[in-house]
């Protein structure tokens, strides 16, 4: 599985980004994918989930502004960003993982994409 994030960059509040991974070697009927960030200085938290059968999961902090699809064509999955605010500033990664298992203990992990929200 390779995994490779992109879309990061500096948006000024209120703003907007849309984040895309590329997977390779992902059975997308089979798994799991999802969007995680870590900001300097705190532990790894979910953005955003979604299962091959298309059900998603957002955290609380980013339900209603951020949205997660998969292009099964592109074999790639986005997570579109709207309302950007300072606090979603951190490293975003995409992760791959067995339906119905812990993405963190049995996920595959791209490397990160910062994202910089400036107030």
């Known amino acids: 599985v390779q995994l490779q994030a992109s879309g990061g960059g500096t948006v000024q509040a209120g703003g907007s980004l849309t984040l895309s991974c590329a997977a390779s070697g992902v059975n997308f009927r089979l798994a799991t994918m999802g969007w995680y960030r870590q900001a300097p200085g705190n532990q790894r938290e979910m953005v955003a989930t979604?299962?091959?059968?298309?059900?998603?999961n957002y955290a609380d902090s980013t339900k209603g502004r951020f949205t997660v699809s998969i292009d099964k064509v592109k074999n790639t999955v986005f997570l579109q960003m709207n309302s950007l605010k300072p606090e979603d500033t951190a490293v975003y990664f995409c992760?791959?993982?067995?339906?119905?298992?812990?993405?963190?203990?049995?996920?595959?992990w791209g490397q990160g994409t910062l994202v910089t929200v400036s107030s």
């Open positions: 979604i299962t091959s059968a298309g059900y998603t």
């Open positions: 992760v791959a993982g067995p339906s119905g298992w812990s993405l963190v203990e049995h996920g595959s």
